[in-house]
């Protein structure tokens, strides 16, 4: 199919999109790396009066710190480079673990952190990233700018606090701390493919030997990146062991996560999915932890 007829704009830098933005909002979308808008274009899921295209916007693709424990990531980044920076591979591994079970290769030319995190497709693995780093990004209309923390960007399914007339700019995230460990782990039945379930861990090991500042994130779990409380809870302030990790699995697969059945895993299925992928994930965070304080 062919997508219904849109005017083309091209702005050569980000004020100029913001003012056509601004005078379109309701009519207009982005692109940025089109990943998943040209497709649903294409099927007239969604007809654009107006298609603005950001490519042009190179102040929006950087990766840089200012010597703090932040990173910068401007929205314009593409997967390929997220995979491949030296700063991310260093101040936060957990991120540059994740962006190779994206899709594949041709589409991390293209895609991009912005456009992926705007799109706020459960499914996907970077809004799940945002949230268990406890992230946020900074939105801006020709008016003003404002910072929103992860855990209240992502709405519902393919919805999120942006408001029409403003454009994701920037990602900030925490980089990975000294004696902190990390696992991002999926499930899919292609390499490529959505992941049929998935979840980022986080744990550290404080000096009394007790687990704290556990994050544990699902995607395909439900409506929006699912953040497992209640399996937190359970392993923060309690000694690392193989029967704490299975309660918390345990806890967060049959009580936490919300899977919807599809036409190939059952909900049984993808809770028991949940169960495996957390328990192999906190045992490797646990290991990278351990690894981290003898260095």
């Not at 673990?97 to 041709?106: D, G």
Request: charged residues 20%; glycine residues 6%; aromatic residues 6%.
């Amino acid at each position: 199919m062919k997508p219904a007829p849109f005017e083309y704009v091209s702005p050569p830098i980000l004020s100029t999109a913001l003012d056509l933005l601004a005078e379109n909002a309701f009519e207009a979308k982005l692109l940025a790396g089109g990943q998943s808008l040209v497709p649903a274009m294409n099927f007239r899921l969604t007809q654009p009066t107006m298609l603005i295209d950001l490519n042009r916007l190179s102040e929006l693709d950087y990766v840089r710190s200012n010597g703090d424990n932040i990173v910068h990531i401007g929205a314009l980044t593409r997967h390929r480079t997220l995979e491949r920076d030296p700063l991310i591979r260093k101040r936060i591994p957990l991120l540059n673990e994740t962006m190779p079970l994206i899709a594949h290769s041709q589409i991390r030319n293209r895609g991009t952190i912005g456009g992926s995190l705007a799109h706020a497709d459960p499914a996907a693995e970077l809004p799940a990233i945002l949230v268990a780093l406890q992230g946020r990004v900074r939105l801006k209309n020709r008016v003003q700018e404002r910072w929103v923390l992860a855990t209240n960007f992502f709405k519902s399914i393919f919805t999120t606090d942006l408001e029409p007339d403003e454009i994701l700019v920037e990602v900030e995230l925490p980089t990975i701390s000294k004696g902190q460990g990390w696992s991002f782990l999926e499930f899919s039945r292609r390499k490529g493919d959505y992941a049929l379930m998935g979840v980022a861990a986080l744990l550290s090991i404080d000096s009394h030997g007790f687990c704290q500042g556990s994050r544990l994130v699902y995607i395909n779990s439900g409506d929006v990146p699912l953040v497992a409380l209640p399996a937190m809870k359970m392993l923060d302030g309690e000694p690392p062991s193989d029967s704490l990790f299975e309660a918390a699995a345990r806890v967060a697969s049959q009580e936490v996560i919300n899977p919807s059945a599809n036409i190939h895993a059952s909900v049984a299925y993808l809770r028991h999915l949940a169960y495996v992928l957390t328990r192999r994930a906190l045992n490797i965070a646990l290991e990278r932890t351990l690894s981290s304080m003898k260095d």
